[in-house]
């Protein structure tokens, strides 16, 4: 038999002929991704070209009055169609004045009664606010089918984001980022080292910045959860008398609770 000389090397031919197979498949699988994406507020994309854009006038037509051609709703110059949520944005429903224009202000100042253009511009919000209406959008990202952008302070004619557009979004992830440092309530501790005696930490009214803040407290020790906060955070912080324990500080080992200065020689860091 011509064919039996290729039985030794069956393995391989299984296991290239199946590397063949799959290259094939994967090279005529539709890019539905690109095909399905959405731009993201704060995903650094511009964009794809499939995105249809929206004028004013056009996205005027989907306000969801008789003879209108859908519900459309605008966020930060993002369209989506919400007509499955037409209980909220259909005609006389309470989130109606959302749709047909982009009223991205309103998501923060709850302002929905009627529309005016300038309830397009949000930069009179806090940067904290700014954070909010991204989660907004990113609600409609999670619920409502993408449709495009709309042409104006968001977007301009090729789709691409404004400048107004990229500070919004500069703001609100600055917040983000705001938030998610660790607060640090107390003041630093001074510390020295000696070879001697190791680490001391100590407070005076004027520690952590220098400034003289009116009292003096007592060093504790900082134990964060995260590892990451324990990175961020001072390993120890000078506390006011009376202000309320947080299990998160306490008292140095081998030192007097009372004490306004500690050895820490065994402990630095922990
Ligand atoms: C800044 C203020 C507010 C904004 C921007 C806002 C916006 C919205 C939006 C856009 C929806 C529809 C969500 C969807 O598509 O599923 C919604 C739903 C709803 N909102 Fe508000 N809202 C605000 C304040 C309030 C307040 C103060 C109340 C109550 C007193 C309220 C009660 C509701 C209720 C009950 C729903 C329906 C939830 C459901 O059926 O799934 N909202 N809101």
Same mark, same amino acid.
């Given at each position: +038999?011509?064919?039996? /000389?290729?039985? *030794? ?20 699988? *539709?890019?539905? !991704? /690109?095909?399905?994406?959405?731009? $993201?507020?704060?995903? &650094? ?46 005609? &006389?429903?309470?989130?109606? +004045?959302?749709? &047909? ?13 009627? @529309? ?19 989660? =907004?959008?990113?609600? @409609?990202?999670?619920?409502? *089918? ?12 090729? &789709? ?25 309530? @107390? ?5 020295? =080292? ?7 930490? =100590? ?6 910045? $220098?400034?003289?803040?009116? =009292? ?37 080992? !081998? ?16």
């Amino acid at each position: +038999m011509v064919l039996s /000389h290729l039985v *030794p090397y069956i393995r391989h031919i299984i296991v290239i002929g199946a590397a063949v197979l799959l290259f094939i498949i994967l090279s005529k699988e *539709p890019d539905r !991704n /690109h095909e399905e994406s959405s731009v $993201g507020v704060g995903q &650094g994309d511009l964009g794809t070209k499939d995105d249809l854009l929206f004028t004013e006038s056009e996205l005027a037509q989907y306000d969801g009055k008789p003879g209108s051609k859908g519900l459309f709703l605008v966020i930060l110059g993002h369209v989506y169609d919400v007509e499955s949520g037409s209980k909220h944005y259909g005609p &006389g429903e309470a989130y109606n +004045m959302f749709v &047909g224009h982009d009223a991205s202000r309103s998501f923060i100042s709850g302002e929905f009664e009627s @529309y005016y253009p300038e309830l397009s511009d949000v930069s009179g919000l806090t940067d904290t606010e700014l954070k909010s209406l991204v989660k =907004w959008k990113s609600f @409609y990202d999670k619920t409502y *089918p993408y449709r495009g952008k709309l042409i104006g302070r968001y977007f301009n004619e090729r &789709g691409e984001l404004t400048e107004y557009h990229k500070l919004v979004l500069d703001r609100a992830a600055k917040a983000e980022l705001e938030e998610a440092q660790p607060k640090q309530e @107390y003041p630093s501790c001074n510390v020295e =080292w000696k070879e001697e005696t190791g680490t001391r930490v =100590w407070c005076t009214s004027r520690s952590g910045d $220098g400034v003289d803040h009116g =009292w003096v407290g007592k060093p504790r020790r900082y134990i964060a959860e995260e590892t990451s906060d324990k990175e961020k955070l001072p390993f120890c912080v000078c506390v006011p008398d009376g202000s309320s324990s947080s299990p998160s500080l306490v008292p140095f080992t !081998n030192c007097d609770a009372s004490s306004v200065s500690c050895f820490v020689k065994d402990e630095n860091n922990e």
